[in-house]
């Protein structure tokens, strides 16, 4: 009888080490979805990070004499009206058994690099990890185990849906436009990323050797999934969508000119000019999108095909004989010097058209040396603004319409630093105070500094210095908030503690 109680005993053993072996010690994950983010309530999302991590700290510094790391993935936080900081919580969908089912529930998050608001429906977060705080203190196999489902879903990128923060994974293959690395900004998705009234429409304009380049896609919101929708027929690729309020877009259709295509998959209208008696007709009609209104920019060439002039043209919708949209009204009249400023943009292959994406004011500017032009469709005015001193003649040098420039970047420790913003007529110069590089000034190394730069992630000047025991100081220089014109030094490898936000998007 002892003898089959002890084989009893360790049959029991067995069969509880074969389940132990089968679950992998706490249970298995055979696959898990986020599936919603709780945003009731908040008034902005945030991306910020603990600034005392040294991957994060201070302020994107980097660990040696390299770059910073751009866009580092931070947690998502909600934001109320006081400023208060909650990080986000998740509801996410577990296929599994064991407690790794309800710790990966609990515990695992997304990070992302940016957020983009999308109409006044959508987010877009760009980048995203999959991140579980404190692993390293889990014991294995369950460390292994969620590190694979970490690892899984490395730089997935996600549509938010505001009204119940509903979460969709957004593949390349649903039209999700590629995004690099650097710094975004809001505009940045003008013309690639746009709504129709409950519905997104998406025309991927980098990546050009994939499949997904220039293909116009509608995803319908149908609840718990997006209908992905092709809009273009197999032949016809598109460099941008121009919204108008009328429920059509415009495009430039490769290779085949200015379009207009309805919200039907496979339709498209080619906008022509029209032909008054005696009148000769504007050509080259190249479509504009300014504040939600789609026009047409014609221009008029000599038998040499020089320019002579170029005018904004409305569009209109004709109906009587036929339905189809075409240029009518001149509104404005564009001078030769504007007329040849547009020609030579169009013939520069790496210039930025200023018809590849659409204008959310109600003019339209362009840039081209120290000057910028701007047309008023509603005003009916052209105008050129030269810019003053100091001003770059870069438009991406400007951040939400400011730029900070310096007069000599090889000097890595230059005396002032100006402040250009487009609304002012003048650039506001600002004193740098090094008073927190006194005790360094002896120890500096001549001819081994870098020129300094304008980092838009820290929204400083950076540049640095070696000390003649090999160190580098890492010099930040505010342009604005409690430090401007301060300069900051960092020795190399230290950390500074703090929450750094690095992203804020507004919800209401």
Known sequence: ????????????????????????????????????????????????????????????????????????????????????????????????????????KAN??????????????????VNCEYDYPGIEDVQEPLRGKIRELMHAAFESNFLVRRSDGALFEWSREQGRPQRGRGYWRQSDVYGEVEIMGKDLFTCPSMGGLDDYYGRVYKLEDKGDYLNVVNMLNSTQQAECLLPDSRGIFGSIIYEQGAFIFPDKPGETQLVW?????????YGNLHLVSINNTLYAIGFKYTEDMYVTDAALLAIEHITDPQDMWIATDVLVNLDKTAAESLQQILWTPTAMWPFKRPYKTSVMTWWQGNAIYSVDPIAKTFAKRVLPAHYPGDENSYYDG??????????????????????????????????????????????????????????????????????????????SGEYKGKALVFREGENTAGQVISVMVRLN
């Open 1 to 104: 009888m002892k003898t089959k109680l002890i084989f009893l005993a360790l049959l029991i053993a067995a069969i509880g080490m074969l389940t132990s072996c089968e679950g992998g010690g706490g249970g298995k994950v055979s696959s898990m979805q986020f599936k919603r983010m709780d945003i009731a309530g908040a008034k902005a999302l945030a991306l910020a990070s603990d600034g005392g991590s040294k991957s994060n700290a201070p302020m994107r510094m980097p660990a040696d004499e390299g770059d910073p790391e751009y866009n580092v993935a931070n947690p998502i936080w909600t934001v109320s009206e006081d400023g208060t900081l909650v990080e986000v919580h998740y509801t996410i969908e577990v296929v599994g058994n064991g407690e790794i089912v309800d710790m990966v």
């Open 273 to 281: 000019s029209k032909t008054e008696e005696d009148q000769e007709p």
């Open 402 to 479: 400011i730029a900070y420039s310096i007069d000599n970047p090889e000097n890595p420790l230059p005396s002032s630093f100006y402040i250009c913003d487009l609304s002012k007529d003048a650039a506001e110069e600002v004193t740098i105070d090094y008073s927190a590089l006194a005790e360094y000034l002896m120890k500096i190394v001549p001819g081994k500094n870098g020129s300094i730069s304008y980092d838009p992630n820290t929204q400083s000047f950076r540049s640095s210095l070696m000390l003649t025991d090999g160190t580098m100081l890492n010099i930040y220089i505010y342009v």
């Open 108 to 125: 695992m998050r997304l990070k992302a690099s940016y957020i983009y608001a999308i109409g006044d429906e959508w987010l877009w977060l």
